[in-house]
């Protein structure tokens, strides 16, 4: 019996949404163990590496959309890249330490520590 093969053009471009391998499997008409393998001995990968390899460019082109829009002026946009892209926040967080200070006063000797 002949090996299917896939159809990586079709297969990469459903890759590059939020897509399963159980959708891609149905889409391209063969199973989920056949994308496995084929992905195995054509790419040394499994699919799950694949689909972040192919999601990866996705979000890639998405940032560079965000920030062109940003720089265009897009005030939401631009409020948006501030915060995911370089860390800005609506509030910052204060940290306040307080330290314990024990003061002993000795009234017969008139003494005082401080521990």
């Given at each position: 019996?002949?090996?299917?093969?896939?159809?990586?053009?079709?297969?990469?471009?459903?890759?590059?949404?939020?897509?399963?391998k159980r959708f891609c499997a149905d889409y391209l008409g063969v199973s989920e163990d056949?994308?496995?393998?084929?992905?195995?001995?054509?790419?040394?990968?499994?699919?799950?590496?694949?689909?972040?390899?192919?999601?990866?460019?996705?979000?890639?082109?998405?940032?560079?959309?965000?920030?062109?829009?940003?720089?265009?002026?897009?005030?939401?946009?631009?409020?948006?890249?501030?915060?995911?892209?370089?860390?800005?926040?609506?509030?910052?967080?204060?940290?306040?330490?307080?330290?314990?200070?024990?003061?002993?006063?000795?009234?017969?000797?008139?003494?005082?520590?401080?521990?």
């Amino acid at each position: 019996m002949a090996k299917k093969q896939l159809d990586y053009s079709a297969l990469d471009a459903l890759l590059q949404f939020k897509t399963t391998k159980r959708f891609c499997a149905d889409y391209l008409g063969v199973s989920e163990d056949t994308i496995e393998r084929r992905l195995k001995e054509d790419h040394n990968s499994t699919f799950k590496e694949y689909h972040q390899l192919k999601m990866g460019r996705t979000a890639v082109n998405l940032q560079q959309k965000a920030i062109e829009q940003a720089l265009k002026g897009n005030t939401t946009m631009m409020i948006f890249c501030l915060k995911n892209l370089a860390g800005w926040a609506d509030k910052q967080e204060i940290q306040q330490t307080t330290e314990s200070v024990v003061i002993q006063y000795n009234a017969e000797e008139g003494d005082v520590e401080t521990f």
